[in-house]
């Protein structure tokens, strides 16, 4: 009776797996034959390299080069200001809370990766962005360091989760030995949990960049949508916000509309890169410990 179960469940969970497939690739070749107008159309050159988009103009141009650009800008930003925050609270709770309440408090901060996208960017819009426009003298709080700041809160629960576990393996393994020769608890954590997790701490911090640069609605209410060049103090527009902006305007079958099928395929390839590192880096890492 037991084989019996175990066979059903295992049939259920291959099934699943492959659906889950199957439907990832037709994605993908989807996206990839309505690309495919655009890249036999327009020179590689032109728009990997070139510096503006305008598709409705007279002489249209397509370049997805600001678009690339202010992804990255503003992803990085995000997780430039995330990870240090997301690791501390991590170390604070395994080693200065009780575990009881360090689970209560991760229960709260997991809370806020279930909160919608768009209640983020409405909360940016009213108060971040006011708040940089009154601060910095900015003629409009729209910005990259908008988004940037934005986007941090928002990854702020997938690095402190994945570190919070890592750390509390760690503990689990060196942690006791460390205090019975007498290690203090700060020399501990600086010099063997931060090590012990450091693989960790890269893996999560690069899967919070993956979750950043597909981030559409919250993002675009906050960063200007401008298809310029970013600049920190200045406008932008991403990938998503420029898919989600003209996707609903573009002629059906026209250039602009595989130009937009072609962003987000390069969208899939950045993220699909960052993946593979991900997996390297924690492949290379469990080989050490």
């Known amino acids: 009776m037991k084989d019996c179960k175990e066979s059903i469940f295992r049939i259920i969970i291959t099934i699943g797996t492959l659906l889950s497939s199957i439907l990832v690739l037709l994605v993908f070749f989807y996206i990839?034959?309505?690309?495919?107008?655009?890249?036999?159309?327009?020179?590689?050159?032109?728009?990997?390299?070139?510096?503006?988009?305008?598709?409705?103009?007279?002489?249209?141009?397509?370049?997805f080069l600001p678009m690339i650009l202010s992804t990255l800008y503003v992803s990085f930003l995000a997780i430039a200001i995330a990870t240090p925050l997301s690791v501390g609270c991590a170390l604070f709770l395994s080693f200065h809370v009780n575990?009881?309440?360090?689970?209560?408090?991760l229960s709260f901060i997991d809370m806020i990766a279930g909160v919608p996208s768009v209640i983020f960017g409405f909360m940016g819009l009213v108060i971040l962005v006011k708040f940089l426009e009154r601060n910095l003298d900015m003629v409009t709080g729209e910005s990259v360091l908008a988004g940037g700041l934005l986007l941090c809160v928002m990854l702020f629960p997938y690095i402190v989760t994945g570190c919070a576990e890592t750390f509390e393996k760690g503990k689990e393994k060196y942690y006791t030995a460390s205090e019975s020769l007498g290690v203090?608890?700060?020399?501990?954590?600086?010099?063997?949990?931060?090590?012990?997790?450091?693989?960790?701490?890269?893996?999560?911090?690069?899967?919070?960049f993956?979750?950043?640069?597909?981030?559409?609605?919250?993002?675009?209410?906050?960063?200007?949508?401008?298809?310029?060049?970013?600049?920190?103090?200045?406008?932008a527009e991403t990938i998503p916000s420029l898919i989600a902006l003209e996707m609903g305007t573009a002629t059906y079958k026209s250039i602009h509309y595989s130009s937009l099928y072609a962003a987000g395929l390069v969208l899939i390839v950045i993220i699909l890169i960052i993946q593979l590192i991900a997996?390297?880096?924690n492949k290379i890492g469990s080989r050490r410990f």
């Open 32 to 63: 990839f034959k309505e690309s495919m107008t655009f890249f036999k159309e327009i020179k590689f050159t032109e728009y990997i390299f070139g510096d503006s988009w305008s598709p409705l103009s007279p002489r249209p141009k397509y370049s």
């Open 99 to 105: 575990k009881k309440h360090s689970k209560i408090i």
């Open 184 to 208: 203090s608890k700060w020399y501990a954590m600086r010099k063997i949990m931060l090590p012990f997790a450091l693989n960790s701490i890269f893996v999560n911090m690069l899967l919070a």
């Open 210 to 235: 993956s979750r950043a640069i597909g981030e559409t609605m919250a993002v675009m209410m906050v960063t200007g949508n401008s298809p310029i060049f970013p600049k920190l103090l200045g406008r």
């Open 279 to 281: 997996h390297k880096i």
